[in-house]
């Protein structure tokens, strides 16, 4: 499981990690996190923050979730702020100039901090600490993301990556390939969907269509074709002709006696039957449709933002240029 979650009615909706910073005090060296405010909620009905405090050996950082009236500390007054960061073992300011050297050495750390969960059975986001569980799924799919191979003329995760010219600030701290930007996690998810759009894409080359009218699908099109070859068989979806008002169609007479068992005990006719309950189905069938269409336009979408990220405007010119370290 790359997801578990802490009960059957939960879901995973996402994980907070941190990104740590080996404090510049050479006599301490913790791994900091940088986080510059700890508000996980911060309505009048509902407030969660979390807290980063030193452990009691001051040798390293813990983590503890509060909720309302116990929230005693200011969450906004966390570790990272005016490029600075403050050590909450030793006292020791950071400047953000060190950050960027330890990032181009590669030496910036990442840790699991927080879980957040959906539930079927109540509203609301719920939020807990990461435990082993959430730890050793993390590790499973660093494996899983080792084994990676990147497919031959898909996101190369090697490559340099959109951002890694001009203003951005990511490449300061060393982020300069495409895979420096998704974690293990993420990398075996977008694999396994890109897999799953070439698989796609083979399945209806072989169904007959020429690769060259495949090439001017959408990827709407390709979405709504896996749909129809992962879960409708071979055949793929005939155009509707809008004349046609009549469905004809052979099942054996097992079947049809089941139907109309059914009809009757519902007390209406085979037709009516046959068609209110198929319409349901088809209603299912193109919402889970529509679900994976949305879901992978909008992958697409980031993965697009990435390669092709838009120029920047001018108030974020003025802001990188008004930046205390920018170079
Ligand atoms: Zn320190």
Redesign the pocket.
């Known amino acids: 499981m790359l997801y578990p979650s802490s009960a059957k009615d939960r879901e995973i909706l996402g994980y907070f990690w941190v990104r740590q910073v080996h404090?510049s005090?050479p006599a301490?060296r913790?791994l900091i996190p940088v986080v510059n405010q700890t508000w996980l909620a911060n309505k009048s009905s509902r407030r969660i923050a979390y807290r980063i405090k030193p452990n009691a050996q001051r040798t390293g950082i813990e983590y503890s979730l509060h909720y309302d009236d116990e929230i005693d500390f200011d969450p906004k007054e966390a570790t990272y702020g005016n490029n600075k960061l403050l050590?909450p073992?030793?006292g020791?300011v950071t400047p953000g100039k060190y950050m960027r050297v330890e990032g181009m050495a590669g030496r910036i750390e990442q840790e699991l901090v927080l879980a957040c969960e959906v539930s079927s059975q109540q509203q609301g986001r719920f939020y807990r600490l990461a435990n082993d569980t959430d730890r050793n799924a993390w590790r499973r799919a660093v494996e899983m993301a080792a084994s990676v191979i990147p497919i031959e003329g898909d996101v190369s995760p090697d490559r340099p990556s959109g951002n890694a010219r001009g203003l951005s600030a990511v490449t300061r701290y060393g982020m300069l390939k495409f895979a420096d930007f998704f974690n293990a996690r993420q990398t075996v998810t977008l694999d396994a969907f890109a897999r799953t759009i070439r698989a796609t894409r083979e399945e209806i080359a072989k169904s007959g269509e020429s690769v060259e009218a495949l090439r001017g699908l959408t990827n709407h099109d390709i979405a709504v074709r896996f749909q129809a070859v992962h879960f409708g068989g071979r055949t793929m979806p005939q155009t509707a002709s809008e004349t046609n008002r009549r469905v004809s169609l052979r099942i054996p007479p097992e079947d049809k006696a089941l139907l109309m068992r059914a009809a009757a005990l519902e007390q209406t006719n085979l037709t009516e039957f046959m068609v209110r309950a198929s319409l349901e189905a088809a209603r299912g069938t193109i919402h889970r449709a529509e679900r994976l269409a949305l879901s992978e336009r909008d992958s697409l979408a980031v993965l697009d933002l990435l390669e092709n990220p838009p120029a920047p405007n001018a108030r974020l010119v003025a802001a990188a240029g008004g930046l205390p370290d920018h170079q």
Do not use: F
Request: glycine residues 0%.
């Open positions: 404090c005090n301490c913790v050590c073992c030793c020791e």
